[in-house]
């Protein structure tokens, strides 16, 4: 992207019109490297462009605690929000309107990743629990049913006649351990619902996409598309319209982040880095195409991800360069 005339404008209100459309691109989890570049060279244009950002960003800010009252002592608003919220679909020319300009960026490829907690995202406040970058937190959401939150996960409490009957995975990624048999426990997550009596299994619900995972015992699929049972060891993806087969996966590597690691086996790069993008502050943009193909296996400590960069860095010859708003350019 590159700056348009009006991007210049310093007159009368211009700026924070500029600092708003900045900021709604940044939250929208669209940025390319070429945006990130943009909004680099317009930040430090002078000390009034810093300040109106700052302004409007602390403003943002603010905001989020009254909207997210409105919609808890509102259910069917925040229902309608949350519909809202998952049904959008955003251009990023809508986002960059007047003050941006679409420029092609020749021989240049772009991996994008999620806005890794830089900016609230709209309706985040529907949640009942959440986690923030790189939080992990068990809850015991009843006598038997003790629920894992990974990073940035968000989930509602489902209740039938007042009776706590499962959760609501908004987004994010839960491991649901049963600790003694009992009726059916539910995770509704996209268009589906996950239920079981006991045992363990982990939902991941990530850019519309689900992957359930049996750990221990059985469950049940139910999906517009068909009905999966999974037993231990077993897997299942599914998305708005379709449903997966039943695969075997290494459990060692699917539940790793409840040790506190990331394990990977012949994964993209650019996956991975999607992957560590997800625990850091800050955002991660790999500028490479070619190597985003190459190859990595490995483990990795969450509490040591800063170190796994450098490492993934030095192994691909990356060059590392940092920009406004915690971003690492990767090329």
Known sequence: MRASADDRDTSGD???????VWLRLLASGEVKASDAEA?????????????????VKQRWAALRPVSGEYL??????????????????????????????AAAVAGVAVVAYPSGGLWPAAGEDVADERTGVGEQRTLALASRVQVTLNTQTRI??????????????????????????????????????SLAHAGRFEVRHLDGKVCVTCIEGALRI?????????????????????????ARVALDKVSAWRRGELVFDQARLAEVLVEIDRYRAGRVLLVNAAAGEKRVSGRFRLASLDSALAQLEHTFGLRARSLPGGLLLLS
């Open 14 to 20: 211009a700026l924070p019109a500029q600092a708003r």
């Open 156 to 193: 509602r409490r489902e209740r039938v006649a007042g009776q706590f009957t499962g959760i609501d995975l908004l987004s994010g990624e839960a491991a649901i351990d049963l600790l003694a048999e009992g009726g059916p426990f539910g995770v509704v997550a996209g268009a589906g619902r």
């Open 222 to 246: 139910e999906h517009p598309a068909g009905v999966r049972a999974l037993q231990a060891g077993q897997q299942a993806v599914y998305d708005a319209r379709s449903l997966s087969g039943i």
């Open 39 to 55: 909004f680099q060279r317009w930040l430090h244009t002078s000390e009034a462009h810093r300040a109106a950002f700052h302004e």
């Open 72 to 101: 808890r002592t509102r259910p069917a608003a925040a229902a309608a929000h949350e519909r809202a919220r998952q049904g959008r679909s955003f251009g990023r020319r809508a986002f960059l309107g007047a003050a941006v300009s």
